[in-house]
């Protein structure tokens, strides 16, 4: 299946060579194909993605000690002063925290650290596989969106005492916005960016057709392969099969869910939904996931989002799409 998605397709590009360049970050490995333009260094380009992806992690990185992130984790209570890079990026995160009454909240870091996903790493092999009620509530006690206090004219952020942000759901998705608007500024109109799983596209390649990519789907999902083309858009997808630990037949994933403090068991399998930013889309398919398949597309729905929710029945995988992917899917044929 094929899907025009975005604007009205843009001109080709000045340059005729694709290049490509690739390296690891945030744990993963990332990926850019871009059209060269007249002139252009591919060693200056590789630089300028390195060091985009390098302040990421100075912001974000809740496993670099040194990162604003964890300063502010580690920081007792009062004010901490944000950097500019840091302060657009958790305003618009809190906003869609707000949107979603907390289905998507990026304070939980004392909760993933709780179950084993965060920088500590997996549960102690010699205690109990499991979190007991108790440890969970002391984790909720220092966690919830509503607790931040932001002041907006000094760019500052409270601390309300031993809560920890957690950013992991989004850094790849603002990394990815982040490297996208940098090869802009470098000239470099047309280009596809991926790092981790999460996409967005710019442009076309020199022939005019559009930068393709395929929807992740998980094992076993139903209908045919689905195949997209970003003309300026994002594509974030999360699943409840990446990042996993099984207990007594029952697998437990990484997306927690903030109201009951464990890991959300809602029956989606996975959740993809595009957006012109990668950060949004990133936030939004958590949030969806935490929602459910009830509440999730209808959320989607009122919010005009194009997703695709995969759901785990007892009758097999089941598909779901928003009316926003499936005006993509006529348009595609």
Known sequence: M???????????????????????????????RLVAPPGADQAVLQQA??????????LFSHWE????????????????????????????????ADDTDGAFDPTLGALVDLWGFGPPGPRPADGPPLPDPAGIAAALAVSGWQKLRLNRPARA?????????????VAKGHAVDRVAERLTREGVNAHLVEIGGELRGSGVKP??????????????????????A?????????????????????????????RTGR????????????????????????????????????????????AQFIERTPDGMVEHLTPAFTAMMAEGG
Do not use: K
Not at 49 to 58: D, P, Q, S, T
């Open 263 to 306: 890991p959300a068991d809602t029956g989606l399998v996975s959740v993809t939904v595009f957006h012109a930013s990668a950060m949004m889309a990133d936030a939004y398919a958590t949030a969806l996931t935490v929602m459910g398949p009830v509440a999730g597309p209808a959320f989607a729905a009122a919010f005009h989002l194009a």
């Open 157 to 169: 952020m409270a601390q309300p005492g031993g809560m920890r942000l957690d950013l992991s759901a």
């Open 207 to 228: 022939d005019g057709q559009p930068w393709w990519v395929d929807i992740l789907q998980p094992p076993g999902a139903p209908g045919p392969r689905t195949v997209v």
């Open 65 to 96: 000690p040194a990162s604003q992130l964890s300063r502010f984790n580690a920081a007792p209570t009062g004010t901490w002063e944000m950097s500019p890079e840091f302060w657009g990026p958790i305003t618009a995160i809190l906003d869609i």
């Open 2 to 32: 094929l899907i025009p998605v975005g604007r009205t397709a843009p001109p080709r590009p000045a340059g005729d060579r694709i290049w490509s360049l690739t390296g690891q970050s945030m744990g993963t490995d990332w990926t850019v």
């Open 49 to 58: 993605v390195e060091a985009e992806l390098a302040m990421i992690v100075a």
């Open 230 to 258: 970003l003309f300026d858009l994002s594509v974030a997808t999360t699943g409840d099969y990446v990042r996993t630990f099984a207990h007594e037949g029952r697998t437990y994933a990484h997306t927690l869910d903030g």
